[in-house]
């Protein structure tokens, strides 16, 4: 829901100077019509407050952990900017600082709270709440100067009702007009934070809202404690990463004498504690890339086509997809199957290469499916390897470690004639199928973590809508 503000070079408009007195300010950014416009319509439907009245006492606030120099490998969990998606708290993504860095904190993390990335390009203006804090925490988390803390305390407002108004375009044109500085110091401050003004629907209303949104967090815990649960396999399949390769097998050195192009392979052969087999020995079909058409060729609807940004490593979200005609669909032969595996191929930066890695489940309602050329499609036997297990053992660092090797130009690119001489740890048949099917359970759940959220965020557009465009 996120977006941007984008202002035209060809527009114009008259700020009253009794305005300008008020905010303090004179950039065309915070008087921009769509701005003025929300705040009309929030001051005449009357019952709405700010932000700040409805925060408790100290609130919204910068978080108050220290920056990256006092970070420690294991601790208390910090989150930072790369901790919010948008859409949930990513909790593999955390800092760490000492407990008694946790015990001086003023501002200390509490379930129900919503966070604001407040500093920086990119991500400034992301709103995620605090759904749960895993057990392990043991309820403590910290949260960086980077993210503001809003934490209400008044009955007339649901947290989640409010979390989903934020990322709307009410709530999300407010943020990114208020936003003060130039380039890389973008800055989101908690006084204007506050400022940002809340229509007070009835609660009934609000819950309906709220509701969906809910249910898709309380999915949200089930999938971290599944991933959680996958952690133990990667100690059963490989040895612990202090082994380092000591050598190379000679018949195996190509027109290649470069240590890191073979020391990802050796990695895979030395820490693996089961026979490995050559990706190509399990495929049906060599692997191929899908095909990208031109900018001009996508509508909104027609046959789906599935790009980088849709993977996100526990299944396709459907839910953003693209579209492109039927003619489109004829004459390419980037079709998708279920329980193909696709791998991100191409990137502006080597680092992107292989960082997202999914298995195709085409919902019903779509039947036919295409992927860009940035995607590799990975047609495997499924009698041989569990397609899921693949996405799962590809994700593994030791893995990605061998696939970058393939890595070729400035930008970063891998092919599938390449691909094809990956090795892939090669357990018992029943434990990669006990291990894809916690995969799939995942994805399963996230398509409906999806589903969910985007309900609640079609409900916060309707009812915002009828209320004040009507």
Same mark, same amino acid.
């Given at each position: 829901?996120?977006?941007?503000?984008?202002?035209?070079?060809?527009?114009?408009? /008259?700020?009253?100077? %009794?305005?300008i007195?008020i905010?303090?300010?004179?950039?065309a950014?915070?008087?921009?019509?769509?701005?003025?416009?929300?705040?009309?319509k929030?001051?005449?439907y009357?019952?709405?407050?700010?932000?700040?009245?409805?925060?408790?006492k100290?609130f919204?606030s910068?978080g108050?952990?220290?920056?990256?120099p006092?970070?420690?490998a294991y601790g208390?969990?910090?989150?930072?900017?790369?901790?919010?998606?948008?859409?949930?708290?990513d #909790?593999e993504?955390?800092?760490? !600082?000492?407990d008694?860095v946790?015990?001086?904190?003023?501002?200390?993390?509490?379930?129900?709270?919503?966070?604001?990335?407040?500093?920086?390009?990119g991500s400034i203006a992301?709103?995620d709440?605090?759904s749960?804090i895993?057990?392990e925490?043991?309820?403590?988390?910290?949260?960086?100067?980077?993210?503001?803390?809003? @934490?209400?305390?008044?009955?007339?407002?649901?947290n989640y009702y409010? #979390?989903?108004y934020?990322?709307s375009?009410?709530g999300q044109?407010?943020m990114?007009?208020?936003?003060?500085?130039q380039?890389g110091?973008?800055?989101?401050?908690?006084q204007?934070?506050g400022?940002?003004?809340?229509?007070l629907?009835?609660l009934?209303?609000?819950?309906?809202?709220?509701?969906k949104?809910?249910?898709?967090?309380?999915?949200?815990?089930?999938?971290?404690?599944?991933?959680?649960?996958?952690?133990?396999?990667?100690?059963?399949?490989f040895?612990?990463a202090?082994?380092?390769p000591? $050598?190379?097998? /000679?018949?195996?050195?190509q027109?290649?004498?470069?240590?890191?192009?073979?020391?990802g392979?050796?990695? !895979?052969? $030395?820490?693996?504690k089961?026979?490995c087999?050559v990706?190509?020995s399990?495929?049906? %079909?060599?692997?191929?890339?899908?095909?990208?058409?031109?900018?001009?060729a996508?509508?909104?609807?027609?046959?789906?086509?599935?790009?980088v940004?849709?993977?996100?490593?526990?299944?396709?979200n459907?839910?953003? /997809?693209?579209?492109?005609?039927?003619e489109?669909?004829?004459?390419?032969?980037?079709?998708?199957?279920?329980?193909?595996v696709?791998?991100?191929?191409?990137a502006?930066?080597?680092?992107? /290469?292989?960082?997202?890695?999914?298995? !195709?489940?085409?919902?019903?309602k779509?039947?036919?499916?295409?992927?860009?050329?940035e995607?590799?499609?990975? @047609?495997?036997?499924?009698?041989?390897?569990?397609?899921?297990?693949?996405? #799962?053992i590809?994700?593994?660092?030791?893995?990605?470690?061998?696939?970058?090797?393939?890595?070729?130009?400035e930008?970063?690119?891998?092919y599938?004639?390449?691909?094809?001489?990956?090795l892939?740890?090669?357990?018992?048949?029943?434990?990669?199928d006990?291990?894809?099917?916690?995969?799939?359970?995942?994805?399963?759940?996230?398509?409906?973590?999806?589903?969910?959220?985007?309900?609640?965020? !079609?409900?916060m557009?309707?009812?915002?809508?009828?209320?004040?465009?009507?």
């Amino acid at each position: 829901m996120e977006g941007k503000l984008m202002i035209s070079q060809s527009q114009s408009w /008259i700020i009253p100077a %009794e305005e300008i007195e008020i905010a303090n300010r004179l950039d065309a950014k915070f008087f921009h019509p769509d701005r003025l416009s929300v705040l009309k319509k929030l001051k005449n439907y009357g019952h709405f407050k700010s932000l700040g009245e409805l925060c408790k006492k100290g609130f919204p606030s910068r978080g108050d952990a220290p920056y990256k120099p006092k970070y420690i490998a294991y601790g208390i969990p910090v989150l930072v900017t790369d901790s919010l998606t948008g859409k949930r708290i990513d #909790w593999e993504k955390v800092e760490y !600082v000492p407990d008694e860095v946790f015990k001086k904190s003023k501002w200390k993390i509490k379930e129900n709270d919503i966070l604001i990335a407040s500093t920086g390009m990119g991500s400034i203006a992301k709103v995620d709440i605090i759904s749960f804090i895993p057990e392990e925490f043991k309820g403590k988390c910290l949260a960086t100067p980077k993210l503001t803390i809003v @934490r209400t305390d008044k009955e007339e407002i649901d947290n989640y009702y409010l #979390w989903i108004y934020l990322r709307s375009h009410f709530g999300q044109v407010q943020m990114l007009t208020s936003v003060r500085g130039q380039t890389g110091q973008l800055e989101l401050y908690p006084q204007d934070i506050g400022n940002i003004l809340v229509p007070l629907l009835p609660l009934s209303i609000q819950k309906q809202i709220s509701s969906k949104a809910k249910e898709a967090m309380s999915l949200e815990m089930k999938i971290f404690k599944l991933k959680k649960e996958l952690l133990k396999y990667e100690g059963l399949i490989f040895h612990k990463a202090d082994r380092l390769p000591q $050598t190379v097998i /000679i018949r195996e050195l190509q027109e290649r004498f470069d240590v890191k192009f073979y020391f990802g392979k050796e990695l !895979v052969r $030395t820490h693996s504690k089961f026979d490995c087999k050559v990706l190509s020995s399990l495929l049906r %079909e060599p692997i191929h890339a899908g095909y990208t058409p031109s900018r001009y060729a996508y509508g909104k609807k027609g046959i789906p086509i599935v790009k980088v940004r849709h993977l996100t490593n526990e299944g396709i979200n459907w839910n953003e /997809i693209s579209f492109v005609s039927e003619e489109f669909y004829k004459k390419k032969k980037a079709r998708l199957q279920n329980n193909d595996v696709l791998i991100v191929s191409s990137a502006h930066s080597p680092e992107g /290469i292989a960082e997202k890695v999914d298995v !195709v489940e085409i919902p019903p309602k779509f039947n036919k499916c295409l992927a860009v050329a940035e995607l590799l499609i990975i @047609r495997v036997n499924t009698e041989q390897i569990n397609p899921h297990y693949l996405a #799962w053992i590809l994700r593994s660092n030791i893995m990605k470690n061998q696939i970058k090797r393939f890595t070729r130009g400035e930008s970063g690119h891998i092919y599938g004639k390449d691909m094809q001489h990956l090795l892939i740890p090669y357990p018992p048949k029943d434990m990669q199928d006990e291990i894809g099917e916690k995969c799939r359970k995942i994805s399963e759940l996230r398509m409906k973590f999806f589903h969910l959220l985007k309900e609640a965020e !079609v409900n916060m557009d309707r009812v915002l809508y009828e209320t004040f465009y009507r």
